[in-house]
């Protein structure tokens, strides 16, 4: 068979696989990619900085439940991508990197853009504590058999991204195409573990006997996609659900057993009812640190008197944080498929639990009768809780929602309902500023069909507004919403409650607040840009914006105020011991 090169193979490797879109930057290493693309099904998504290709490839497999892939450039472009590969490896995001490196023949000689200072040709030594595995490809011949161990380990077990870096003169090489023929029979998914029947009896008899269980939800039940098969165990058994930041909108936020988010901006009712539960159901969650309120037992989780059921795809996140008394590493989906068969043969008729059904609505109403002031408050800048209710107003139920850091993810979290499972995209285990507003490009470009908004603060849309170039290059109609309080809103508020100043916080110019008019930026890039001038006027241009069909950017002046919290986070006590402080207002 005639040999052909391999970056025209990847192309057709790529193509069979089912990939539709590439995320990236150009440069000297991969342009043979690119050639090769040309006339190709898969579109090229141009980018104008790889972070803003990684969080919008990272976004774009949240929404598409597929690896995503990124092609890189090497050094600054590996770099400049790191951080968004980073962020998909804390969260469990699928994504293949192949990222172009110097030729294989000048090892040693410290080419043009070589990170070389420790060892030689040693760049993808770089992603080797976030990614799954990291590979360097120093023959031709084994670059088909790597693709296909890259998209299986990526997508296998506990998801993540992982790289596969290539010496440019590689794309450029012919070999046999027999040698992709042979791993294009490989199967496309492996079967995924479950639980055992006894298992199952065992953990669904602690439920029944449970006074007070609770089901501690986490983002791998989305990951799995699992949420259908969670709600009918939930429905089946009575039993309240509380959820981590990536778990929310696992069950519906209306809902009636869902309690809410737990930890440091959790509410009063999922924390305590936590903290009282005798057994605690986690499923797909590493009970991490802010869900956690810092691990400390008087808020959130106390495992001295409460008991552990645990299961997660990784078995180094069973027991990691809590002692666990009953332990199983399996896919969810399979699971819960098991869970609910066994549960429907050990209690034939489902439990309601009217009493507790009751406890949460009424808190709920108690709830949300707090925030209504702030809900109808007209003053501008406006109260962010009135921004979060207009957006939850308008939206149709499905709607994508990406977040980034600040009050644009807590008070999401806390207050902002989620309907429809795996529809709000946050950066939770990596907390990155400048995620949402390009993966809310990805997220759309996996969904045209759906209405993708980006909530994000001013300090996170000023991190990458170059994507807006890419959003009118590709004609992607997202929208985005700047929470713009001229400041990094949530440190502001720290420093300020904990030191009394706001150094570095705040954005001045001659003591007055300043930022970009990013309604103009907008404007500037192609885009439809408005600044709103009041309160009453957000809901009509947020109205137009989604029925405009055109990338979007909502520029609203916000408070600055805290989300209010009933957890804790182990950093207050580092600033101010035995305090009891936490943010304040810099309005």
Not at 241 to 258: F, W
Not at 325 to 332: F, P, Q, S, T
Not at 445 to 461: E, I, N, Y
Request: aromatic share 8%; hydrophobic share 40%; proline share 6%.
């Amino acid at each position: 068979m005639k040999k052909q090169t391999i970056s025209h193979q990847l192309v057709r490797y790529l193509e069979n696989r089912g990939i539709e879109h590439i995320f990236g930057l150009c440069g000297h290493t991969n342009i043979a990619v690119l050639n090769a693309l040309e006339g190709s099904k898969i579109r090229f998504i141009n980018t104008r900085h790889e972070q803003i290709a990684s969080h919008a490839a990272d976004g774009y497999a949240r929404a598409k439940k597929q690896a995503s892939v990124v092609l890189s450039h090497l050094g600054p472009g590996l770099t400049n991508a790191s951080t968004g590969v980073a962020n998909a490896a804390l969260d469990s995001i699928p994504m293949v990197v192949i990222a172009g490196d110097i030729p294989s023949y000048y090892y040693g000689k410290h080419p043009h853009q070589e990170i070389n200072l420790h060892a030689d040709a040693s760049q993808w030594e770089i992603y080797r504590p976030f990614v799954k595995r990291a590979w360097r490809v120093d023959t031709p011949e084994l670059f088909p058999e790597i693709m296909e161990k890259a998209f299986q380990l990526a997508e296998s077990g506990r998801p993540g991204p992982v790289l596969v870096n290539v010496p440019m003169d590689f794309f450029s090489r012919e070999i046999d195409p027999a040698l992709f023929e042979r791993v294009s029979r490989h199967t496309r998914a492996l079967n995924k573990p479950s639980i055992d029947d006894e298992t199952a009896r065992q953990i669904v008899q602690a439920l029944l006997d449970a006074e007070a269980p609770v089901i501690q939800a986490g983002g791998g039940v989305i990951l799995a996609d699992a949420a259908e098969e969670l709600k009918a165990f939930v429905d089946h058994m009575g039993i309240p659900v509380a959820h981590s930041l990536m778990g929310k909108g696992v069950l519906p936020d209306d809902h009636d057993l869902v309690l809410g988010m737990t930890g440091f901006w959790g509410t009063e009712l999922v924390n305590g009812k936590c903290l009282n539960a005798d057994w605690v159901f986690g499923v797909g969650t590493r009970f991490a640190e802010a869900d956690c309120s810092s691990w400390e037992k008087e808020f959130t989780f106390d495992f001295d008197k409460s008991k552990l059921i645990h299961i997660d795809i990784d078995p180094s996140e069973i027991g990691r944080n809590y002692p666990v008394a009953i332990g199983a590493v399996a896919d969810l989906k399979q699971a819960l498929k098991v869970l609910n068969r066994v549960a429907r043969e050990m209690l034939p008729q489902p439990r309601r639990n009217e009493a507790l059904r009751q406890e949460i609505a009424e808190f709920r109403k108690t709830f949300v009768a707090g925030n209504q002031k702030f809900v109808e408050d007209d003053c501008f800048p406006m109260m962010p809780e009135r921004i979060l209710s207009v957006v939850r107003e308008v939206l149709p139920r499905d709607a994508i929602i990406t977040t980034d850091v600040g009050w644009n993810k807590n008070g999401v979290g806390q207050q902002f309902p989620i309907y429809t499972p795996g529809s709000i995209l946050t950066p939770g285990g990596y907390a990155t500023m400048g995620f949402g507003a390009p993966a809310a490009l990805g997220a759309k470009v996996a969904c045209p069909d759906r209405v993708v908004v980006s909530l994000v603060g001013d300090g996170g849309f000023g991190q990458n507004p170059a994507m807006l170039a890419t959003a009118v290059e590709e004609d992607i109609p997202a929208i985005w919403i700047v929470m713009n309080n001229f400041a990094f809103g949530t440190i502001a508020g720290l420093q300020k409650a904990h030191y009394g100043t706001t150094v570095g916080t705040l954005f001045r110019k001659d003591d007055q607040p300043y930022q970009a008019d990013f309604a103009a930026v907008a404007r500037a890039y192609g885009a439809e840009g408005v600044k709103v001038e009041s309160a009453a006027e957000f809901k009509e241009v947020l109205e137009r914006a989604v029925k405009s069909n055109k990338p979007f950017v909502i520029d609203v002046a916000m408070k600055n105020n805290p989300v209010p919290t009933t957890g804790h986070w182990n950093i207050l006590d580092i600033y101010s011991p035995d305090g009891g402080v936490s943010h304040v207002s810099t309005d």
